[in-house]
């Protein structure tokens, strides 16, 4: 039973590499700089996604604590952009 | 035994995976920002939350990280959609469309206008 497990497994991390390469391919031809900073926050969570998935693979705790402060990381970044992006200055 | 845990795992995989799918698709077909924000919004939140449980019942021990990571992305989903949304409408970004504008006639009200 865990073959099949791993089978699907592979199968999703396929699915997110290419929904990944459409993701990163969006960050650089948005239509205006908030929809490309939406396709960075989109490659942040699929990058999340991926290694959720390498820990269900390896069965290695390590990748959670990097996925941890990966989504923590993210977020500070999305705010900081969104909020420059808004009033032209920094803080 | 384990098989059971398995299979809610693959289970909570392929839901999860079509949750991605389904975001990266409206990503990519809605026509401007404000409804793309649903689209990564769900992708964020149902897709790696069901990824997550899927963890949380294969590996033995990790269910004390998958819950902190399940808290924090359930807080970090809205408030980046809402911080991304309030950027692009101090922006101008043009809405798609729009039936109701609310914010318009609050933003004049307190003096700060959109530039």
């Known amino acids: ?91 | 035994m384990t098989t059971i845990l398995e299979i809610l795992a693959i289970i909570a995989i392929t839901i999860g995976t079509a949750f991605t799918v389904i975001g990266v698709i409206g990503f990519h077909r809605l026509p401007d920002v404000y409804t793309r924000l649903h689209a990564t919004g769900k992708v964020g939140v149902f897709g790696v939350v069901l990824l997550l449980s899927a963890t949380a019942l294969v590996t033995s021990g990790a269910w004390s990280k998958v819950l902190v990571l399940i808290a924090l992305l359930l807080i970090v989903g809205p408030v980046t959609a809402h911080a991304l949304s309030s950027a692009a409408y101090r922006l101008g970004v043009p809405m798609q469309s729009p039936h109701r504008d609310d914010l318009q006639a609050m933003m004049h009200q307190d003096g700060r206008s959109t530039e």
């Not at chain 1, 497990?5 to 239509?31: C, D, K, M, P, Q």
């Not at chain 1, 490659?43 to 923590?72: K, P």
Request: hydrophobic residues 60%; proline residues 1%.
């Open chain 1, 1 to 91: 039973m865990t073959e099949l497990l791993l089978i699907v497994a592979y199968i999703s991390l396929g699915i997110h590499t290419v929904l990944l390469s459409y993701a990163i391919w969006r960050v650089w031809n948005g239509e205006n700089p908030i929809d490309r900073l939406l396709a960075s926050e989109l490659v942040g969570t699929l990058v999340l996604s991926v290694l959720v998935l390498i820990t269900l693979i390896e069965r290695s705790n390590l990748f959670l604590d990097v996925a941890l402060g990966l989504a923590a990381l993210s977020f500070i970044g999305i705010i900081a952009f969104a909020r420059y992006a808004a009033d032209r200055r920094m803080f």
